[in-house]
Every structure is written in C-alpha cells, then in structure tokens.
C-alpha cells in the first residue's frame, strides 16, 4: 500500500497517535495559558470530567461532520458558568486586602492550572474512544501534534474568555445602573450642615425639656399656693357660707355669653366647680358654735377640794372654765347639788375648739371640726367619774394634802 493512497484504519491509527501526543502536549503547555482563564476556571466549580468532555467537543466538531451543534451547547455553558462566578473588580487602597486579594486570585490559578492539566490526561488516556471517523479525519489532515495541541487549547480559552468578558461587561453595566441612581438622589449634606443639624436636634431638645420642667414647676408651685390658701383662710369652717357677690365685670361677661347663646360645655371647668362645691359642703357640715353662745360655768365656790366640779372639767377633752388648776380631785361618794350637776353638764358638752383662753384658732380648725361629742350614754354624769387614781398612791378622804 502506497502512501499516496493510505488505508481508512492507517489512518485513523495515525489520527489516534497525534491526538493522544497533542493532548499530552497541552497539558505540558497549560501552564503559560493566561493566568485571567486558569483564575476562571479555578473559580467556576467546573471539575476535570467537564473540561475533559469539553475538549472532546471542540476537536469532534472541528474534524467531525456532526459534532458541531454539541460542541456549541457545551462552549456555551461553560462560558454562562465562568460569567456566574467572575466576581466585579474591586479597587482598593488598603494593603491587607490587596494582599488578601493577590492569594485568593494566586489559589484559583493554582486550582485552575491542575484542574486543566488533569482534564487533558483523562482526554489522552481515553482518545481511543473518539470517534474513529474524527480520527481518520487527523489522520488524513497530517497535522502536526504541537498545531492539534494549540488549536485544542484556543478552542477551549474561547468559551473561557467568553465568559470573562460577558461577567466584565454585567458589572459594566451595572456599575453605569448604580451611578445613574446615586446621580438622581438628591446632594448629600456637607459636614458642616450635618453637625448644624445635629446642635439645631439638640437644642430643640434641651428647649422641650426645659418646657417640660418649668411646667411641672409651675404646678406645684400653684397646688402649693391653692393648699395654703385653702388653709389659712378655709370657706365656711366658722360661719354658715354666704352667698358669693357678682361682680359687675362677671355679671357682665355672664350677660354676653347669655346674649351670644349657648356655650359649649366645658367638662374640666364643670368638674372643678364641682369638687369645689362638695368640697364647702363638707366643710359646713359641722359648723362651730361661737364663743358667746357657750353656756359659762358658775364661779367656783370655796374649798380645797371639789370633786363633781373636777371630774365633770376633766371628763372631756378641754376644763370647764377654760384654766388648768392641775389639781386631781380624790373619789367621792358625796350627793352632788342640781347647780353643780348643771354647770358639770355645760362643761361636759362645750365643744373643744382648740384654746384654752376662749378664741378660735383658724389653724386648728379642721382639727376641732373633726372632733365629736360622746354619745349620751357615755357622757358624764358627774358622780365618781374622776380621774382615774390607784389603790397604791390613793390618800383617805380625811387627809389632807
């Protein structure tokens, strides 16, 4: 057989030995790809068994009749699959992340360049099963191992490359998005204005609290004021309540809002006017007698010892005759006289009014308000109700002090 006119397996015998040299020449020769397609590959999550099939494709469809429509699919995915993980160039001035960035991008080519070189061995150690008609077709091409492993390689960084491009024109194109929204907000504020904002918040807020305080002051101050006037000078404590006096600018203010028509109720007014009434109403529940309407009790009369008169004095809460003796009158069982019985009566029931010589004390006058008579069963009677001694220090009725 003449080499002029070679047999179709002579051939294909010879297509199968280039290619299997060519593939070992490529992964010799995957180390001086370019460093941007061997980081893609690194960071593309694609394994050796894909870059394998993938270098098949491209040589079946260049030397086979119908490989080309695969071939084209899988370029395709691996281009969609670098532009998925090609991250957008960051710039930046700070040296730890440079450094930081130069071995994560030293790591991928490293990753890269082995994923490659272990895709071609598969490839050599499996050309026997390609096609035999794509190997009779590099047979009959006579082409040489270092062209077939230079073109397996450009057919295999163009899908790559593809892929780089298309991720480097999306974050293009993005970059261009984010600028024209940042472009439409409005300026931002320079230092100068953020800090008179902040000491404009601050003063705002310093007035409010100052607002707040000298309100609450100014309530206390005026429950103050409204307590002690309701002390010293309390309405209808001594005296019944009289009817309060109209004054003409009142009587005239109550004319106009008469004439204007009705008024519109007023709830916070209508319940002071209220709380006020009940409270003069409990104050005049218990009006106090005066000092000259007291019955007096009659002069005392000579002796040492009176002992009705002294028990009935110290029976209530103030004398009879308004002045302490400080004298104690001893028990006795003496028949008491009907004047003496009634001046002890009078004495009983006076009221305390809170002074011993007579006048009315206007401070003490809640105090004497609150204070009520005994019940008549309770009151003295006259006889025996002394104050109280004991069998220990108790003198006999004949001894004298």
């Known amino acids: 057989m003449s080499l002029s006119n070679p047999s179709p ?6 297509g ?4 299997k040299a060519a593939y070992a020449q490529a992964q010799r020769d995957v180390k001086r790809m370019d460093p941007a397609v061997l980081a893609a590959v690194g960071r593309s999550k694609m394994n050796s068994l894909d870059l394998k099939h993938l270098a098949h494709a491209n040589i079946n469809g260049l030397y086979g009749s119908n490989h080309e429509r695969f071939a084209n699919q899988l370029n395709a995915q691996a281009a969609a699959q670098v532009q998925a993980t090609t991250p957008a160039s960051q710039r930046t001035r700070n040296p730890f992340k440079q450094l930081s960035n130069w071995n994560q991008n030293r790591k991928d080519i490293r990753s890269g360049r082995q994923t490659l070189e272990m895709a071609y061995a598969q490839a050599k150690s499996e050309v026997k099963r390609i096609d035999p008609a794509v190997r009779q077709g590099i047979g009959h091409s006579r082409v040489s191992k ?25 974050h293009h194109t993005q970059a261009r998005i984010s600028a024209a929204a940042v472009a439409a907000q409005p300026p931002r504020q ?11 918040t601050a003063s705002r807020w310093k007035n409010a609290v100052r607002d707040g305080a000298n309100g609450a002051i100014a309530k206390a101050e005026k429950f103050r004021a409204d307590y002690n006037e309701r002390r010293q000078n309390p309405i209808g404590r001594n005296a019944p309540a009289a009817a309060p006096t109209v004054a003409p600018a009142a009587a005239a203010a109550a004319q106009t809002a008469q004439a204007a028509g009705p008024r519109t109720p007023d709830v916070a007014a209508d319940k002071a006017a209220q709380a006020k009434a009940v409270h003069a109403g409990l104050n005049n529940t218990m009006p106090m007698p005066s000092p000259e309407a007291a019955p007096q009790a009659p002069e005392p009369g000579t002796g040492r010892h009176r002992a009705p008169e002294a028990s009935a004095a110290f029976d209530g809460l103030a004398p009879a005759n308004g002045a302490v003796t400080g004298q104690s009158a001893p028990t006795s069982t003496t028949t008491p006289t009907p004047q003496t019985q009634q001046a002890a009566e009078a004495a009983t029931n006076q009221p305390h009014t809170g002074s011993f010589n007579g006048q009315l004390d206007p401070a003490m006058a809640p105090a004497a308000g609150a204070v009520a008579t005994k019940p008549p069963a309770q009151q003295s009677t006259g006889q025996g109700e002394a104050t109280p001694t004991h069998g220990k220090h108790h003198k006999p009725e004949g001894q004298e002090r």
Do not use: E, K
Not at 16 to 19: D, Q
């Open 9 to 14: 397996r002579r051939m294909t015998r010879r």
């Open 16 to 19: 199968t030995r280039t290619l």
């Open 146 to 170: 270092q062209d077939l492993a230079n073109l397996s390689i450009a057919q295999l960084d163009a899908p790559l490359r593809a892929g780089i491009n298309q991720a480097a024109q999306h």
């Open 190 to 200: 320079s230092a100068g204005q953020r800090v008179a904002n902040a000491v404009n």
